[in-house]
């Protein structure tokens, strides 16, 4: 019997934006710590092909759901992979189904600039 949910559809997928991000003391950091995770590296590997749910995901990059949940969670906080559609299990659970949200990205290092320091511009 054919199930009324959609389990599994094509994403149509927009063109992800370029992503640049600045290192200059300011937070940055943390971005950067988010990229540090092979898992991520792995992760986002697997999004290029094309967007997933966590349980492929997981599979794919053969970690478990909760650790596949929480490097996928951080890369969504830091703007790099973000929800881009709702699929159903073959037990008629909602999936949440992820994809890259950035195309390129760019790190560039910038010195810090001291308290009431202005361009010179």
Request: with cysteine; hydrophobic share 35%.
């Amino acid at each position: 019997m054919a199930s009324l949910l959609p389990t599994h559809r094509s994403v149509e997928r927009s063109s992800p934006d370029r992503a640049e991000v600045v290192v200059d003391g300011s937070g940055s950091g943390s971005v950067l710590s988010v990229l540090a995770s092979e898992t991520a590296h792995t992760i986002l590997t697997v999004l290029r092909d094309e967007p997933q749910p966590i349980s492929a995901i997981a599979e794919a990059a053969e970690t478990s759901l909760q650790n596949a949940r929480y490097h996928v969670e951080r890369l969504c906080e830091a703007g790099f992979v973000e929800p881009v559609d709702t699929w159903y299990s073959a037990k008629g659970r909602e999936m949440t189904v992820y994809g890259l949200a950035v195309d390129h990205l760019v790190v560039r290092f910038e010195a810090r600039r001291q308290s009431g320091e202005q361009d010179s511009e």
